[in-house]
C-alpha cells in the first residue's frame, strides 16, 4: 500500500515541474516540438498516476476492510467470553454501543480515514521534497508560510472536541426536553405549568444556540486561516522567486514549478484537516473497543475477591457436593449484602431457600451458579470454587434457572447445540420431550426450523421450554431455580412447573421460593433474613422452632397467631 502510494504521488509530481520545463523551453526560444513532447509526458504521467492512485486505493481500501473485519471478529470473540455478570453490570446496550458503533468508527478510520491520511502524509512529504530540490530557499519559504496552518491546526484542535462534545449534549438535551413536554401535555396542562415547560424548552434552545455558535466560530477561524495560509508560501515564493530569478540565480521555469508544487500542496493538507476529527472520534472509539480486553480479566472490579484466577480447564471436581463457607459479598464497591453465610448442600436434595425480599436470596443463588465470585469465603463443588470452573464444565455440575429465557435467533439445532454441542439427533428430540416441547419436533423442518427474529416466533413459554430442554442436554447434577416461573400467566407457569418437575428429577435442586408452598415439599429449608442465613432444617423443624420461617410461613397462610 505504502510502495503503490509513494509511485503515485511520484508521478503526480512530474506535472508542476514539465509545466516549469516548458516554460523555460519557451523563454528560451525553443522549439514547438519539444513543447509538445513534454506536454504529452504530463500528459502520460497523469495517466499513470490515475492509475496508480486507483490500485493504491484498492489495496488501502483491501487493507482497511480486512482489518476492521479481524476487529470485528476479535471484539466477537472477547465479547463472548467475559463473565455473564461483567455483562449484566455494563449492560448489553453498552456492548452493542461498542460492537456497532464504535467499531464502525475504527472501521471508518481504517477503510477511508487511515488511507487517505497516509495517501495525503506520503504526497505532502514528497512535495516539500522536491521543492527543497528545485531550490533550498524557495522550500525554506515554502515551509515558513505553511506555519500558520500548523498554528491554526492546533488551535483548533484544542478547542474543537469539547466545543462538538457540548453541542451534542445541548442537542440531546433539547430533545429529550421536547419529546418528555410533549407526551406530558396533559400532565403540564393540568398542573398549570406551561410557563416554566415553555421556560425549560428556551433554556435548552439558548443553550444549543450558543453550543452551536461556538462551533461556528471556531470553524469560522480555521478555515479562512488555512485559506490564507495557502496562498501565504505561495506568495513568498513568488516574491524570493522573481528576486533570485532577476540575479540569474534561477529560472522562470523552476520558480513557477515550485508555485505550482505549493499550490498542490493545499490538497493533501486539506485531507489531513477534514480528517482531523474522525481520527480524534476513532480513537475515542478504538479505546472503547479495546477496553473490552480489560473487562476480560476475571478479578478486574477490585482484586480483593478470594479466588482471583481465570477460569481453567484444568480444574475438576471431585465429587457433586456443593459447599458455602463463610461467603461475604458486595455489589461492586456497596456495602456486603451477604454477611458470612455457610451451607452445605447434600447431593440430590431438594433445598429451599426462604426470606423476606431483598434478604440476598437471589445473590446467593448468583454465587452457587458461579455466576459471581464472593467477596471473602467460598462457593465450591467437589472442592473447586465454582467461579473457577471451565464454562463448559461448569455447566455440567450446576445451572441457573431464572425467568429471563432466551431463544437464540437459529434453528431448534442451534438453539439446544449451545448446552450440547455433540448431541445426536434422538438426543436432542428426547430432551425436547422431556420438557413437553413437542411442537418443536413438529414444526416445518423439524430440528432445523429456524426460530426467533422474523422467522417462527416463539412465546415466552416456548423460549422457557427450549431453554429448560438446554439444562436437560447440559444435564447437571445440581440445579439453581430462582423465579423460573414467577412472570408467567398461571395457565403457562402449570405447562413449564410440568416440564420443570422432568428436569429436576434425579437432580440436587436450590430452590428459591418466592411462593413458599414450594418450601413445604423441599427436603430442607434455609431462611434467610438481612444478607444472613438464620435458619436451616426441614419444614416441620423449623415450623416447631417458631423463628423466622414459622414467621414467614404464618404471614403466608394468613393465619397470624396459628
Ligand atoms: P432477594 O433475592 O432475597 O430478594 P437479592 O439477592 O436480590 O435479594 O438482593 C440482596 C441485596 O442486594 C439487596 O439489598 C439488593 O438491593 C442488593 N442487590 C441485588 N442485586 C444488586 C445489583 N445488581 N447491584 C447492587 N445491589 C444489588
Redo the contacts with the bound molecule.
Sequence with gaps: MIVLNVLAAAAGLAGPWLLGRIIDEVSGGGGVQAVDQLALAILAFALVQLLLVRYARLVGHRFGERTSARLREQYVDRALTLRSSVVERAGPGDLATRGTTDVEQVAITLRDAGPDVLIAAIQAILITGVIFLLDPVLGVCGLAGMVGICIAARWYLRRAPAAYLDAGAANSELAEILASTASGARTVEAFGLQARRVAACQAAVERSRSTQLRTLSLRSVLFPVVDVSYVIPVVAVLLVGSVLHGNGALSLGTVVAAALYLRQLSQPLDTILVWMDQLQNSGASFARVEGLAQAMEPDQSSGQHSNPGPPSSSLVPADDQIAVRDVRYA??A?PD?LHGVSLTVRPGERLAVV?P???????LGRLLAGIERPRVGTVTVGGIPVADLDPELLRRHVVLVTQEQHAFRGTVRDNLAIAAPSATDAALGAALCAVGADWALELPGGLDAEVGGQAIRLDGAQAQQLALARVVLADPHTVVLDEATALLDPGTARHTERALAAVLRGRTVIA?AHRLHTAEDADRVAA?EG?RLIEVGTHDELLAADGTYASLWRSWHGRPGA
Excluded: E, F, L, N
Design positions: 455489589y461492586d456497596g449484602v426470606g425480599s431483598g434478604a440476598g436470596k437471589s445473590t428459591i434467610m444478607g
